[in-house]
């Protein structure tokens, strides 16, 4: 988990492991195929349909065509979209598209998960098949980065926390200590 106040570099941290941002100084090294969870219209075409891009996505998620077209059917099931896929995207609900977006880059099975506390998309029967989907990925991913307010997420669903503060490292760490130290400091 990485947690910290707002502007702290949680999300700038997450982009830069996902490769959107290069390191200042340093260097970093990411070996594996990740999936992001945030900034969910990335990549979108707005004058293109649904289907284009739920194509076109993938590709930008780091699937093959072949995969991408394997996983399409699947994508718009899922997303409950039906005929809309039809149609150019900014068209869309905010919702609809918010559906779309999960459903593209949660088909997508990583050996990284990066999570920026994700959007919750659409209707409550959606929103539950999207929180199944959420724990089925962070079961089967080897490693998942969480940023997040949610302290007591940070400790039940992470065995390592980071504390961020203007980009440094505060503390690195077991959850449960870097949290209380968390706190304490919010406290004074």
Known sequence: AI??????G??????MVSG????????????GK????????????????????????GLMLGETPTGIRKKM??????????????????????????????SVST?????????DEVVAAGDAAFIQKATRRMKE???????????THDLGSAESMCNRCIWLERGQIMMD?????VVVAYKNSIAN
């Open 3 to 8: 947690i910290g106040h707002n502007g702290a």
């Open 73 to 102: 059917r699947e994508i718009a099931e899922f997303s409950e979209l039906g005929d809309f896929l039809n149609m150019p995207v900014k068209y869309y609900s905010s919702g609809m598209f918010v559906r779309l977006a999960f």
């Open 173 to 177: 760490g077991n959850p449960n200590e």
């Open 137 to 147: 990925m962070v079961d089967t991913a080897k490693i998942m980065v969480l940023v």
């Open 34 to 57: 990740i999936s992001s969870m945030f900034e969910l219209a990335t990549g979108f075409e707005m004058e293109s349909s649904g289907w284009d891009n739920i194509y076109l996505r």
């Open 20 to 31: 959107i941002y290069p390191p200042s100084s340093g260097q970093l090294t990411v070996e």
């Open 107 to 115: 088909a997508i099975e990583p050996d990284i998960l990066l999570l």
């Open 10 to 15: 949680k999300s700038t941290f997450l982009k």
